[in-house]
């Protein structure tokens, strides 16, 4: 009878490890990895990379599901006289040689999912320096690499076994546990009565009113207000308050559609942590129609490489996360559609 206590003891703890899956971000020398809440990691070289970059992701659980690929690209477009990506490739000054199979090609992207080719591959240029063009200043460092690739192994819970990239052991593949299961947030409802013009107005003179109340540093010619249909009964209020040299703070505010107004300021809370607290502003706001979505935006610099985005989803109480993305390196690589995301939901 011990025994089973014990063993439903941990399997509980082994059930909340599963559910409650903490995301990651980390640096190593000249590689970032980003694992999320689903333990789906990704890493890539950052940095003075000139448009040549590496990118490796691979999912949690049994399966060898991973996907390597390297891009000549990012902000600036090359070109279009550019000699092909492959044919170029360096590794400490020598060609990179590929291998027939296994490789999907085309003249700036190169991309495996085939799981022996990408590990003979990171086995290849794990303890080499750099990857670089030859003609050309692009440069993918491969300093950190290998603690990288250690990192997604421990994150993953892949040490000692058969699908460990850098610590292999004798553990079988279903010794490594799946996926953590997705937190669930509420469906968008139908889309909601568009305002009338006469609720249009109630809204923006009630936020007009808000501003006046309020003390915000931003000139009052932007102080901005905005409004939304959420529900068929109530709306969002957005206000434009602080500015800073990328970014605006603003205020917002769930509204009854009906007189007499009521109203609950819009609160932000993240579902873990980060730098200390799960509080989060609401930077450069915006409520996409089509998704029906709160989205935020802090810029790290106004060429918007690098930041967090948030998008919320309404559930008829509060906004609660649906995706969280947060790319640290100012790299010129890519905008915030394509920025690693901690946090998913289903």
């Known amino acids: 009878m011990r025994y089973r206590v014990i063993f439903f003891f941990l399997f509980g703890l082994l059930s909340t490890r599963l559910l409650w899956a903490a995301p990651a971000q980390r640096a190593f020398s000249d590689w970032q990895v980003t694992c999320n809440n689903q333990n789906f990691c990704v890493a890539r070289n950052a940095g003075d990379h000139h448009g040549l970059v590496m990118t490796l992701s691979r999912s949690a659980g049994a399966h060898t599901d991973a996907v390597l690929r390297i891009d000549r690209g990012g902000f600036s477009t090359p070109s279009p006289d550019e000699p092909a990506l492959a044919p170029r490739l360096l590794l400490d000054g020598r060609p990179l040689a590929l291998s027939a199979v296994g490789w999907k090609i085309s003249p700036w992207h190169l991309l495996s999912d085939d799981a022996a080719t990408i590990a003979a591959f990171l086995q290849t240029v794990q303890e080499a320096q750099a990857i670089t063009l030859y003609g050309g200043a692009q440069r993918i460092s491969l300093a950190g690499l290998k603690a990288a690739l250690l990192f997604i192994d421990a994150q993953q819970k892949r040490v000692g076994s058969e699908t460990a990239w850098i610590e292999k052991g004798d553990s079988p593949p279903l010794s490594v546990p799946p996926a953590p299961a997705l937190h669930s947030v509420a469906a968008v409802e139908p889309a909601p009565m568009p305002l009338s013009e006469e609720e249009r107005d109630d809204l923006l003179d009630y936020g007009n009113r808000r501003i006046d109340a309020l003390y ?9 207000v905005r409004v939304a249909a959420l529900t068929d009964d109530k709306a969002l209020i957005m206000i434009a308050c602080e500015a800073g040299a990328y970014n605006t703070v603003d205020l917002a505010w769930v509204v ?4 007499p107004l009521v109203s609950r300021a819009v609160r932000l809370r993240l579902p ?4 200390g607290s799960n509080a989060t502003e609401l930077m ?3 409520f996409d129609e089509r998704s029906r979505e709160l989205v935020t935006l802090a810029k790290g610099r106004g060429l918007t490489d690098c930041g ?3 998008r919320w989803r309404f559930d008829g109480q509060r906004f609660r996360l649906v995706r969280y993305a947060k790319e640290p ?3 010129g690589w890519h905008g915030p559609d394509a920025w690693p995301t901690l946090w998913i939901t289903r």
């Open 216 to 224: 915000c540093s931003l000139d009052p010619f932007r102080r901005t």
């Open 256 to 259: 009854t559609r009906r007189k």
């Open 272 to 275: 873990f942590q980060t730098s």
């Open 284 to 286: 450069n706001v915006a």
């Open 308 to 310: 967090v985005q948030t």
């Open 329 to 331: 390196s100012c790299d």
